[in-house]
Nanobody
């Protein structure tokens, strides 16, 4: 069992930056691929980024590639999402998720554990 807690959300102006963190409980964090997803009001949850268990492979949605960076520190049981050049369309609740059996996926159904989410609001 893994519990995930996101932090770092907030209000930022367009063009600004935010850094999200996802703290995980449990000793098996280093064996899980991790992902970030987001959900805007009235929209489905969508993939943002994923990272393999050891951090050597990363994947991004086209809409954030070149602006967002996913990383992890297995010694600290934490995954991160650095978000730069933020746009109003990035406004959403951001969720981290753990994939116990895969290498990183863009599919919601691939993930076994989810955090409660953190709100990111980008003003124009």
């Amino acid at each position: 069992q893994v519990q995930l807690v996101e932090s770092g959300g907030g209000l930022v102006q367009a063009g600004g930056s935010l850094s999200l963190s996802c703290a995980a409980s449990g000793r098996t964090f280093s064996t899980y691929a991790m992902g970030w997803f987001r959900q805007a009001p009235g929209k489905e949850r969508e993939f943002v980024a994923a990272i393999s268990w050891e951090g050597s492979s990363t994947y991004y949605a086209g809409s954030v590639k070149g602006r967002f960076t996913i990383s992890r520190d297995n010694a600290k049981n934490t995954a991160y999402l650095q978000m730069n050049s933020l746009k109003p369309e990035d406004t959403a609740v951001y969720y981290c998720a753990a994939d116990a059996y895969g290498a990183g996926s863009n599919r919601v159904a691939s993930y076994d554990y989810w955090g409660q989410g953190t709100q990111v609001t980008v003003s124009s």
